[in-house]
């Protein structure tokens, strides 16, 4: 047990006692002694946080691609970016960038964001990446014809063009845009003189854009009978003619018979014979006079036509057909004496076509008008190259994809050849008049019970063949085959794949006067081929409605 201690302190000092005793607790508070004391450090720091997420993206391959995020916390923050869950080595700023994206780059994309209070975690952002678009730039496959009208009478010019949907039409007069006229045809049905010159149509898309050639447009002042093309037409037969021999003009002209009009085939001329002389049995000054017959009775669409048939027969002459084919296997008659009054046919046939331009009959027509092509599609020969049934061929073909869309459009049975083509016997024009399918079953389906768009399709597959013919011609037989009469009684049909490119395809328009078919063959001189036999018949205008007589 501890006693007391008992200290003295000096007398001097015992005054000064209290402060002594405050200073030294004071000393003491100062080095941290004592409970009650105050702490002087700073605030701890913020960990961060992100406010703009990165956004999900869609790019075409080669795109640029940019990920960005915002974040709030005490600096200085730290960024790493990751795709899948991996850090990408130097994506380390606010910010990642890809200058061309690829396919590999596809996936899932979050950044973590970090300083010395903590990270935080963005949400991911995927990033998806497309082919690159193919996109095919518009191409002009049928070019507006020229044409003369009569003052305040219709005219119309039309284009067709290939390329990637959707296409859009821009038809301008001297190079000036014409307002509204935005379609593949333009139609003025009251033409004044002030709307003569050259027109065009620049078709585009999202690739680019195509300019047609220009077609003029003549403006008659005075009204010309309907009469017009067979009168410059008889002109120019009759011209043709003093150019022939005495034995050539026996051959070339013979009298009016509906079994002369049916010695036309699709056979090469050494299996079926035909009416007239033939190409190869004229002088260069008589094919020129027979070029300026054949062009002023066709217009330039089925001049050209006829040129490229011409050709396609040189070409399996060249590869091997041998003397049966060529052009010269083509041949030029006059049934019935050439007249501006007077009824008479312009037969012009040679191996996969055949034209009957009948002048002064009940109606105008140049049917049947057979029309075939092998090879199939484009060739060269002599340094030119050729694709007589481009347009054809295109428009049956986006028909087809069309069709086979339509269960109501499929027709029961198999179509090797053509129903109504040159199958009589001799390989011939058959049975005249024709058979034509009635009622409203297994003739397909109604051109009412198309798409719009769907309709625009059969329109184009006729006008294919319409506009062949010279403008007098072309413009009178749309107007009957495309009347809203006509159309709603018209039907359409497909067998077979439904495409251009298979044996045994098949397609058919069907209407109260027009009627076409279209069959795909396998190949005969380009045997590992197809190519492809078609028709165009008038049910009423056959030879000029000179069916029976």
Known sequence: MFSPVSIKVPRPLARCWPLLLAVFVSALVACGGGSGGASTTADADTAPSISTQPASLTVE??????????????????????????????????????????????????????????????????????????????SITTQPVSQTVVLGGGASFSVAASGTAPLSYQWALNGSAIANATASTYTNSSVAAGHAGPYTVTVSNSAGSATSNAATLTVSSSSTSSGALSAVVTTAAQAFYATLSSTQQTKVQASWSLDAGRRWSNLPASFAARNGVSWSSLSTAQKTSAAALINTALGSTGNTLWQGLQAADDYLASIGGGSGYGNGNYYIAFLGTPSATGYWVLQLTGHHLTYSLAFNGSVKSPTPMFLGVEP???????????DPMLAQRTAAASLGTTLTSYSGALLSGTYADLLFGANGSGGIDGSYPKSYPSGSS??????????????????????????TQASEYSEDLLGAYLSDAALAQTYVAYAGGGNVTSSGSYFRVDGPRVWIEFSVQRGIIVSNDIHFHTIWRDKTGDYGGRCCS
Do not use: C, M
């Not at 964001?113 to 990446?129: E, K, Y």
């Not at 199939?376 to 050729?386: D, E, L, R």
């Not at 003739?443 to 768009?453: M, N, Q």
């Open 376 to 386: 199939k599609a484009s060739f060269t020969i002599n340094g030119a190259t050729y």
């Open 61 to 138: 391959a080669g795109a640029a691609v940019n990920f960005s995020v915002t974040a709030a916390g005490t600096a200085t923050l730290a960024y790493q970016w990751r795709k899948g869950g991996s850090a990408i080595g130097g994506a380390t700023a606010a910010s990642l960038s890809l200058a061309s994206a690829s396919t590999a780059d596809a996936g899932s994309y979050d950044v973590v964001v970090s300083n010395s209070a903590g990270s935080v975690t963005s949400s991911a952002a995927t990033l998806t990446v497309t082919s690159a678009s193919t996109a095919t730039t518009p």
């Open 442 to 467: 297994g003739r397909g389906l109604l051109y009412t019970a198309l798409s719009a768009a769907d309709q625009e399709k059969v329109k184009t597959l006729i006008r294919s063949y319409v506009n």
